[in-house]
């Protein structure tokens, strides 16, 4: 018999911290169900290797999006980690927690007991942070977090325009002051990816009281209001996990409310719809479904120092074979190495506009590289007003939900981009830029006009890879929420949700460290500890935002 106390549905960034605390004590057995296989090989646990898993249907659950009808109808692929670690395992391993004013913003909306005070104690018990800013940085958690060694002189260039540009410069945007140019953070330890599998899944499993199961979660099984267990299917059989306490899903902002609906839980009209028999009918499930979206900003370079030179098959083998024998050189690192975080305009009291900067001029998933030395700014809004929404196709667990983000659907969205364009190119015009700079590779200098501009991004933007919302978290009162501050899905009894998903609005940067902070934080509301005492810091708030963008 499949059996234990605690059965959380997904191997990703808060199930596998959800296991390692669950399980901590000892007192509680855990059953972790991943559909995935093995994280084992260079693929992804060489950092430089990032574009590979994405793209590869081993690890990548391969959803793409219905047509997007803003964006001239094309279909973005939405990349999933299938894989134990989940989408940690298959992400750019950028760490970012989101700014204070995010988590508030939580709060304000419903989700009780996560304002930035109530977050802020669970990110450092979360993290093993080396050269953070002293008292907010952990230092002694399972996810380590290091700065990249930043010896190509185009990191330094990046963050010197900003400055020159009249930008704030911090030297740690996890800490107090997120706002400015830096360095960026990587979940990279000893020169591999440090996923939430290498940081808290592998630990766990070496605990008596957890274990792994291969399998597909089908649905929840729930009896008179409560969820006893898990349907699976493994080794072409269908089989039930039964869960003692409680059912935890942890199975991404895609396959989350996709479970939920399965199991009953959803707007009963398209439940209905589907034959599927209505156990809670929660309307704001696969609702509320936001990203960040992005753009490449490229420029030639003079100088022969990109990454360009490591680009040829050659390079390459030499690279990964040093990386093989001793977890150094250019494949220990992302290669994301500086950032920013800035305010698109005076009123806007935080930043909104995230950069990465990275010198290479080469598309994230590995595709299409400039044919000359370059290198590029990542750029994007953060708070898109744009939702979109994750729908059943049908009521068979195999076929894939239907995903649409409804990208670019608000009009201060194309306002936006074309402010985040315009300031790339004065950042890249500063004096610090000017030994390295030889012309605009994209957009392209003619690329000028407001329509010109806009057919751009209609043509070019790409997703960050950061879904989130889609079984919002807020008060029980609310018809739109999901799951209540303690992480329960409202209507049925011993089932939580603890992922992305429950995010009532997407935080600033990449969504891996606030996921799993959701799953520490969950992991002592389930076991009804007392919760870390909320922290009295406070954080750095330009006082020039009423005024000034900078």
């Not at 490591?310 to 030499?318: D, E, G, Q, V, W």
């Amino acid at each position: 018999m499949l059996e234990a106390d605690y059965v959380i549905i997904g191997s990703g960034s808060a199930g596998s911290a959800l296991a390692y605390r669950l399980s901590e004590d000892g007192r509680h057995s855990v059953i972790v169900i991943e559909y995935g296989g093995s994280d084992f090989g260079p693929f992804i646990q060489m950092p430089a290797a990032l574009s590979f898993p994405m793209n590869m249907s081993l690890y990548d659950w391969g959803f793409r999006t219905e047509p997007e009808p803003h964006l001239g109808g094309r279909s973005l692929a939405t990349p999933r980690g299938k894989v134990i670690g989940g989408s940690s395992s298959i992400n750019g391993m950028v760490y970012v927690r989101g700014h204070a004013h995010d988590f508030d913003h939580w709060a304000e909306m419903g989700a009780t007991g996560w304002a930035f005070a109530d977050v802020l104690p669970y990110f450092k018990r979360m993290e093993n942070a080396q050269g953070g800013e002293d008292d907010w940085r952990g230092t002694d958690g399972p996810l380590n977090v290091q700065r990249g060694p930043r010896t190509n002189p185009l990191y330094h260039a990046f963050i010197e325009a900003g400055r020159q540009a009249g930008f704030e410069v911090t030297e740690d945007y996890n800490g107090s002051k997120q706002e400015g140019f830096g360095p960026m953070e990587q979940t990279i330890f000893t020169g591999r990816r440090w996923s939430a599998a290498n940081a808290y899944l592998k630990p766990a499993l070496k605990r008596k009281n957890v274990r792994l199961v291969r399998g597909f979660a089908r649905r929840v099984i729930i009896e008179n209001q409560r969820a006893t267990g898990v349907e699976i299917e493994a080794r072409r059989k269908i089989q039930v996990v039964k869960a003692r306490r409680e059912v935890i899903i942890c199975a991404s902002p895609i396959n989350s409310p996709k479970i939920l609906m399965l199991s009953g839980i959803g707007p009963a009209e398209e439940l209905q719809r589907m034959g599927i028999a209505v156990v809670a009918d929660r309307k704001g499930v696969g609702q509320n479904l936001q990203d960040h979206l992005e753009l490449y900003i490229q420029q030639a370079c003079r100088e022969p120092i990109t990454l360009h030179s490591s680009l040829n098959l050659i390079s390459k083998a030499l690279i990964g074979a040093q990386w093989l024998l001793f977890r150094t050189g250019l494949g220990a690192s992302n290669h994301f190495e500086a950032a920013a975080f800035v305010r698109s305009r005076p009123g806007v009291d935080y930043p909104d506009i995230q950069y990465h900067f990275l010198p290479a001029a080469i598309r994230y998933d590995g595709k299409a590289a400039a044919t000359v030395h370059g290198f590029q700014a990542h750029v994007g809004p953060m708070r898109s007003k744009s939702r979109g929404v994750v729908a059943l196709a049908s009521p068979d667990p195999r076929e894939a939900p239907r995903i649409r983000f409804n990208y670019m659907s608000h009009d201060d969205d194309w306002a936006d981009f074309r402010h985040c364009i315009r300031l790339t190119r004065e950042i890249f015009s500063q004096e610090a830029f000017a030994p390295y700079c030889d012309g605009e590779i994209s957009p392209g200098a003619h690329v000028i006009s407001d329509n010109a501009l806009d057919d751009f991004v209609r043509e070019n933007v790409e997703s960050a890879y950061h879904p989130c919302g889609t079984c919002r978290m807020g008060s029980r009162e609310n018809p739109m929420s999901v799951v209540d501050p303690e992480l329960k899905v409202i209507g049925v009894e011993g089932l939580r949700v603890a992922d992305s998903s429950v995010f009532p609005r997407i935080t600033n940067g990449n969504l891996n460290a606030p996921a799993i902070m959701v799953g520490e934080k969950a992991a002592d509301h389930i076991l009804d500890k007392p919760l870390l005492p909320p922290s009295n810091q406070k954080p750095w708030i330009n006082p020039r935002w009423k005024v000034s963008d900078r």
